[in-house]
Structures are given as C-alpha cells and as structure tokens.
C-alpha cells in the first residue's frame, strides 16, 4: 500500500484553481462537489477526487477513459476497462490533509478490502481531555480507554486516542459497510501492538500507521488492507510509501496533466 497526502490550506488555495480544475471530473463528481455550500469542503472533495485521477493518468489511462462508480453502502472503486492489476483505493479527509490509500485489488471486489483515515491531533475546544473521552466512550472498549487514561501525557494521550480511532476507521472503511459499526468490535492496544475483532485476533489484516511531518506531526492515521492469510500486520508505512503534496502545486500539476 502507499498513501498520498494532499496538504490544504484554504487560504492559498484561489477560487480560480477551483474553477478550472473543476472540468477534470465527471458531471456525477462535479454535481456533488458543487452541493457543498462552504468553498472549503468544495475543495477537500474536488482534492479528493483527483487523487485517483491523478493515480490513473500515471498509470497511462486518458481523462475522458476514466470512470468510477460506488457501491450500495456508497463506497467508490474504479471500473475503468482494462486496469491490470486492478486499482484499489480509499479517499478520506480531515481539515487541512486529504489522503488516498491504494494498492493491488485483490480482496473483496469491486471496492476491495482497503480503506485509510487521517486525523488532526486535537480536542474540541472548551473541553477538557477527560471531558472529550466520555463523549466518545461508548466507541472505546474499557482496554481501549484504560490505555488512553493511563499516567503519560496529555499530548501522548491525545496521540493514542487518535491511533485508536483512525486504525477504526480505517478497518470499517474497508469493509465498506457504511455507517453504524459498533467501533467497540475493533479493539486496538496502542502498547502492545494488537488488534482484534470480536475478542479475535484480526487475521488477514494488514495496519500501516503513518504522520505527517510536514504538518508539524499534527495528522496521524492508519490504512487498513485485507490481505488474507492468518496473521496480522501492524506496522509504520515506509517513508517510501508516503508521498504529500501542497494543494495548489498538485491541482496545478492535475490541470497540466489532463486538462
């Protein structure tokens, strides 16, 4: 698996680049691009569906070649002809980084079994830590919020909450069942390095965890793959396989490539 980073900042980024990257997606992906009533989330979306675009011009598929649908939970995956071996991929955001997991399709088509979460290092504001795990209690098993209350840190507790719940999003992303998982299913112990589901080990599973430097190491996130087999893999994704981009230079290069 590799991740692609896109590194946003709405204040750099000019509605001009907006309208003239918006032609490069389809009229399905510009209708519900342009749904977004603040330009910001207009723009985390539009970032987001280049990435695969952008993935597949590499790989030598013209624009106008590239097509795309979505699975009954609202999945997407890629169904243009003649991609060997097939594409899979995952797009999520948070704030200021959208990021793309992708990888060889080889579990669980069309879609297949990848999926990848980043989220930005931080409580909402006016609450306290402890405050802000009791709002999400009910999603934490009690190793879960044993590990992230233990004696360390505020800032490494915040840091073993996030990787938790990335690694969470990142499995049920890849499953592709949509909402309403019970996150309590998936337990991961931050310490020992173990996940498991259902009070099983996750068997088949490939966690690759990574951060962002280049935002100062406030992202942190996790891309889960089915891989099959019986082990589990949990392990840092190499520096190899981690790519970021500033928003504007990679929308510019997007227009310069297929536009």
Wanted: charged letters at 25%.
């Amino acid at each position: 698996m590799q991740v692609w980073n896109v590194i946003y900042d709405p204040l750099e980024f000019p509605d001009s680049l907006y309208h003239s990257a918006l032609p490069l997606v389809d009229q399905t992906a510009q209708s519900k691009i342009t749904k977004f009533h603040r330009r910001e989330d207009a723009c985390r979306s539009l970032i987001g569906n280049l990435l695969p675009r952008v993935l597949l011009k590499k790989r030598g598929v013209v624009k106008d070649a590239m097509t795309f649908a979505t699975t009954d939970t609202g999945k997407p995956y890629c169904t243009t002809p003649g991609i060997e071996p097939p594409l899979a991929f995952n797009v999520t955001h948070d704030e200021g980084v959208i990021a793309m997991a992708f990888g060889t399709g080889d579990l669980g088509p069309p879609a297949f079994s990848i999926g990848v979460d980043v989220m930005k290092l931080k409580i909402p504001p006016r609450t306290t830590f402890t405050e802000f795990v009791d709002i999400v209690d009910s999603q934490l098993t009690t190793r879960e919020k044993n590990l992230i209350l233990a004696d360390v840190t505020e800032g490494e507790a915040i840091r073993r909450f996030y990787w938790i719940w990335t690694l969470k999003e990142a499995y049920t992303k890849a499953l592709g069942i949509g909402l309403g998982f019970d996150f309590r299913r998936i337990e991961y112990d931050v310490v020992e390095e173990k996940v498991t589901v259902d009070g099983e080990p996750a068997r088949g599973w490939q966690f690759l965890k990574f951060e962002l430097p280049q935002c100062g190491h406030n992202y942190v996130g996790f891309a889960a793959k089915f891989v099959g087999g019986r082990g589990t893999s949990i392990s840092e994704l190499s520096e190899g396989c981690l790519v970021c981009y500033d928003a504007v230079s990679f929308v510019n290069r997007a227009i310069e490539e297929m536009g």
